[in-house]
C-alpha cells in the first residue's frame, strides 16, 4: 500500500426511534413476530395514502442541527425499484432537495469530516433466505418481513473526507454518539438501527484527483468496516499495480472469506426515474421550530469531552475521557465531580477538596469509568452514583490502594452494596496512624543507609521507602498518609 492513499465517504443509515413509522400509524419496534406491524400504507395497497410523521421531523432537525447543517424547506421523491422487501416498488426518499444540507462533525483528535447532506427516508423491509447458508443464489426459498417496510431513516451522507480506515471508525463512532445524544438513535449497529456503506477509492500519494469508486454493503460492525476498508482499499491497489482500471460497482462484504465481492454495476440517480412524490406536500419547518429544536438539543460528545477533560485535568481527546463519552458514562464522573464540590469524598484525612485536588478526584473517576466500569456495562446501569463517589474518594484520598478500589468498584458493579463495608469485609480497611507509624519506622531502622541518603536529599529514595512500607503492610498501608510521616520524620 506504500505511495497510495486511500479516500473514504460513508453512507450511515439512522433509524429513528419514533414510535410509529414515517407515513403511518404502525408501530416501529424491533424484534416483533414477523408481519405484525403492517397497514395498507406500508404495504402499498391501492388507494392508501400516506401522512408525514412530525416526530420523525423532529429529529431530523436534531440530527442536522447537531452536525451543523442548514435546516431546509425540502421535498419528498419516488425512487423507483423492484425488490421484494418494498412492497410499493418505490422507495419514498429526498433527492435534490434534503431537510439538512452541508455540515460537519470533528473527530476527537480535531479533525473536521465534512457531511453532505442528511436525509428523511423509509425503511424497506427484511428478506430472509433459506437453505444454502442464507445466500440468495443458493437458497431454495425466501422469507419476507415487513414490520421494518416504512420506518423512519436519517441517512446521513459524508464527503469523501476519510484517508484510512480508523478515521472511518472513528467517524462512524462519533456520528453514533451524536445521534444518541440527539434521542434520535438507540445506536445499536448490532440490531441495524445503524447501517453503514463505504465507498472506498485509491488514489496515487499526492494525486489531486480521485479515484473511481466502489460501494461496499452489508457491514454491520465497526469491526467489518474496518476490515472491509482495509480489503478493498488493498484490491483496488492490486488492479491498478496490474495495469488494469477498478469499475465502478457496489460490493459485498463477505464476514466469514473476509473479502468484498462484486454485487451489480452502479446504478445512476437517472436508473431510478425519482419523481416528486405526488401523495405529500413539501416539508417546511417553521423557523420558530428549527429554533425551538435547536434550544431543546442536549450537550454534545464533543462538549461533554472538553467539560470533561477541563474537570479533570486531562486533554478531551485522551484514551479514558472518549471512552467516557462514547459510552454515555458522563454522569458517573459528574457525580464524584458534584460530591466533590460539595467537599464529600477525596476530602479523607487532608480536609477540603479543591482546584488541582478536585481535578485529581475526578482523573481517578475517569480511569475507574473508563476501565472497570466500562467492562461491565449492565452493572453500570445499576450502579449507585453517591457510592461509586464515595469510592472514589477513598482511592483518591489513599485509604484504598488502586488494586484494592478496582477489587471493591468490581463487588459494586456485580451485586451493588457501600464501598466502605466491602472494604472492610475484604479487610481493606483503612490502617490505624499508629500501626502505620509503627511500620513506617520499622522500614526505615531496616534501611539505616537509604535513611540517611534520603534525609541528605536523594529524594528518588522516597519510592524506595513506600514500596516497602507498602509491602510491609501488605497493602493496607494509605500510602499518602505514609509519605508524610516520612516527611516528619526527616
Ligand atoms: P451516489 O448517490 O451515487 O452514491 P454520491 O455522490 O452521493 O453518489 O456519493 C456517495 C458517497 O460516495 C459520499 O459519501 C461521497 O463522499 C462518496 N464518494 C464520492 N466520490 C468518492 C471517491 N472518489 N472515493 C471515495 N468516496 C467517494
Ligand atoms: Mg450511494
Ligand atoms: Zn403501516
Not at 194 to 206: E, K, T, W
Amino acid at each position: 500500500m506504500s505511495g497510495w492513499e486511500t479516500v473514504i465517504g460513508l453512507e450511515v443509515h439512522c433509524e429513528l426511534r419514533t414510535e410509529t413509522k414515517l407515513f403511518c400509524g404502525c408501530r416501529n419496534s424491533f424484534g416483533q413476530d414477523p408481519n405484525t406491524n403492517i397497514c395498507p400504507v406500508c404495504l402499498g395497497l391501492p388507494g392508501a395514502l400516506p401522512v408525514l410523521n412530525r416526530a420523525a421531523v423532529e429529529y431530523a432537525i436534531r440530527i442536522g442541527t447537531a452536525l451543523h447543517s442548514t435546516t431546509q424547506a425540502s421535498m419528498f421523491h419516488r425512487k423507483n425499484y423492484f425488490y421484494p422487501d418494498m412492497p410499493k416498488d418505490f422507495q419514498i426518499s429526498q433527492y435534490d432537495v434534503p431537510i439538512n444540507a452541508g455540515g460537519w462533525l470533528s473527530l476527537p483528535g480535531g479533525r473536521r469530516i465534512g457531511i453532505e447532506r442528511a436525509h428523511l427516508e423509509e425503511d424497506t423491509g427484511k428478506t430472509t433466505h433459506v437453505g444454502g447458508g442464507g445466500r440468495i443464489h443458493e437458497a431454495t426459498r425466501s422469507l419476507v418481513d415487513y414490520n421494518r417496510a416504512g420506518v423512519p431513516l436519517v441517512e446521513i451522507v459524508s464527503a469523501p473526507d476519510m484517508r484510512s480506515s480508523e478515521e472511518a471508525r472513528a467517524y462512524v463512532d462519533e456520528l453514533r454518539s451524536i445521534l444518541v445524544a440527539t434521542g434520535a438513535s438507540d445506536g445499536k449497529m448490532e440490531e441495524g438501527s445503524l447501517r453503514v456503506d463505504a465507498n472506498v477509492s485509491v488514489r496515487p500519494q499526492g494525486a489531486v484527483a480521485f479515484g473511481t469508486r466502489c460501494e461496499i454493503k452489508n457491514m454491520n460492525s465497526l469491526r467489518s468496516l474496518g476490515r472491509a476498508i482495509e480489503y478493498e482499499a488493498a484490491r483496488q491497489v492490486q488492479v491498478i499495480e496490474a495495469g488494469a482500471t477498478v469499475t465502478q460497482e457496489t460490493r459485498h462484504w463477505d464476514e466469514g472469506a473476509g473479502r468484498t465481492g462484486s454485487m451489480r454495476s452502479k446504478e445512476e440517480a437517472y436508473d431510478y426515474r425519482y419523481f416528486p412524490e405526488p401523495d405529500l406536500v413539501p416539508v417546511e419547518p417553521s423557523s420558530a421550530w428549527i429554533a425551538e429544536v435547536k434550544a431543546g438539543l442536549p450537550p454534545m460528545p464533543a462538549s461533554r469531552r472538553a467539560r470533561i477533560g477541563e474537570m479533570a485535568g486531562l486533554p478531551a481527546d485522551s484514551e479514558a475521557v472518549v471512552t467516557v463519552v462514547r459510552l454515555g458514562l458522563d454522569d458517573l464522573v459528574e457525580a464524584v465531580a458534584a460530591a466533590g464540590a460539595a467537599g464529600d469524598p477525596g476530602a479523607g484525612s487532608s480536609g477540603v477538596v479543591g482546584g488541582d485536588d478536585r481535578a485529581r478526584v475526578v482523573a481517578v473517576a475517569v480511569k475507574r469509568v473508563a476501565n472497570e466500569v466500562a467492562a461491565d456495562l449492565e452493572g453500570a446501569s445499576r450502579l449507585d452514583r453517591p457510592a461509586f463517589a464515595r469510592l472514589v474518594g477513598m482511592e483518591a484520598s489513599g485509604k484504598l490502594t488502586s488494586a484494592q478500589a478496582r477489587t471493591v468498584l468490581r463487588s459494586m458493579l456485580d451485586s451493588g452494596g457501600d464501598p466502605g463495608a466491602i472494604a472492610a469485609g475484604l479487610g481493606f480497611e483503612a490502617m490505624d496512624t499508629g500501626d502505620l507509624e509503627g511500620i513506617v519506622d520499622a522500614v526505615l531502622a531496616a534501611h539505616p543507609d537509604e535513611w540517611a541518603r534520603l534525609r541528605g536529599g536523594e529524594e528518588k529514595l522516597t519510592g524506595f521507602f513506600i514500596g516497602h512500607i507498602k509491602q510491609v503492610s501488605e497493602g493496607k498501608a494509605d500510602l499518602k498518609a505514609a509519605s508524610s510521616i516520612l516527611r516528619q520524620r526527616r
